[in-house]
C-alpha cells in the first residue's frame, strides 16, 4: 500500500471493533472491581452485626436475673437484719437463718451478685449513698464509719448503693 492509498473498510473496521472491545473489557473489569468492593463491605457489615448481635446477647445473660435479684434485695436484708438481732443468741434458730442467708448469697454470688459493704472503706459516691456524716474518730476522714444498708452489683452494675454513714472531714 502507498502513501496515496487509503486504508480498506475492513482494517478501519477491525480497529473499530477492537476498540470497543478494550472498552468493554475495561467497563466488565471495573463493574467486577466494584462488585468486589460490595462484597468486601457487605462482608464487614454481616461481620460487624454479627459482633453486634454476640454482645448484645452476651449482655442480657449476664443481666437477665436483674430484675429477679433486685426484687431478692428486701429478702437478704430481712436476712440480714434477722442475724444481727439474733447476735449473741446461740441455737439451731440462729445457726439455720445464718444457713439460709449463706446459701441465697452463694447462689446469687454465681450470677453475678455482689455485696457492697464498704466498712472503712473511702467513701465512693459511685456505690455509696451518704445518709449522715459522724466525727471519724480513729477512722481516716471521709471513709465510711457505718453500713446501715448494704448495696448490690450485678456483674459491676449497681443494683442499689450502700447507704453509709461517712466521717467527717476537719
Same mark, same amino acid.
Not at 128 to 149: C, K, M, N, T, Y
Given at each position: ?36 468492593? !460490595?462484597?468486601?463491605? #457487605?462482608?464487614? @457489615?454481616? %461481620? ?7 454482645? /448484645?446477647?452476651?449482655? =442480657? ?55 457492697? !459493704?464498704?466498712?472503712? #472503706?473511702?467513701? @465512693?459516691? %459511685? ?7 459522724? /466525727?471519724?474518730?480513729? =477512722? ?31
Amino acid at each position: 500500500m502507498t502513501q496515496n492509498e487509503t486504508p480498506s473498510p475492513g482494517h478501519e473496521g477491525e480497529a473499530t471493533l477492537e476498540s470497543q472491545l478494550r472498552d468493554e473489557i475495561e467497563a466488565l473489569r471495573a463493574e467486577i472491581e466494584q462488585l468486589r468492593m !460490595d462484597s468486601l463491605r #457487605e462482608r464487614a @457489615d454481616l %461481620e460487624n452485626q454479627r459482633k453486634r448481635v454476640a454482645r /448484645d446477647i452476651d449482655i =442480657a445473660r449476664k443481666f437477665a436475673n436483674e430484675r429477679l435479684l433486685g426484687e431478692l434485695l428486701p429478702v437478704f436484708d430481712s436476712l440480714d437484719a434477722g442475724l444481727v438481732a439474733a447476735d449473741g443468741h446461740e441455737g439451731p434458730l440462729r445457726d439455720g437463718l445464718e444457713l439460709t442467708y449463706r446459701q441465697l448469697l452463694k447462689v446469687a454470688g454465681e450470677h453475678g451478685l455482689a455485696i457492697v !459493704d464498704p466498712v472503712g #472503706e473511702p467513701f @465512693d459516691p %459511685e456505690h455509696h449513698q451518704a445518709i449522715s456524716q459522724a /466525727d471519724p474518730g480513729q =477512722a481516716e476522714p471521709g471513709s465510711v464509719l457505718q453500713v446501715f444498708q448494704k448495696g448490690y452489683r450485678l456483674n459491676e452494675r449497681l443494683l442499689r448503693p450502700a447507704l453509709v454513714v461517712v466521717a467527717r472531714h476537719d
